[in-house]
């Protein structure tokens, strides 16, 4: 029975925590789409020319990106349990 709370417990950590990195997902988009139009409107008002709001627009969302591989990737539940016991069978 123990066992059985203690790996719904960890359930539960793991959702609390995909559930905190989707909605920072979220922030980060949101961020990132405001920030590329703040960029765009200053290189707009600023003459046009070489496109430079590129660059960071380019960089920002590679960690949006990330962030959303990390929030809907695959989940970070460890390695499985049959490589667990294979490693701990090696180990003994």
Do not use: C, H
Request: aromatic share 12%.
């Amino acid at each position: 029975m123990l066992g059985a709370m203690t790996d719904s417990g960890e359930l539960r950590d793991r959702a609390i925590n995909r559930l905190k990195a989707r909605q920072s997902f979220w922030y980060a988009l949101a961020t990132w789409v405001v920030l590329s139009g703040l960029f765009t409107v200053i290189w707009l008002v600023g003459g046009e020319g070489y496109f430079w709001p590129l660059w960071p627009i380019g960089a920002i969302g590679i960690g949006v990106v990330l962030t959303g591989i990390r929030a809907f990737g695959p989940g970070d539940g460890g390695p499985p349990e049959d490589k667990i016991q294979d490693e701990m069978k090696r180990l003994s």
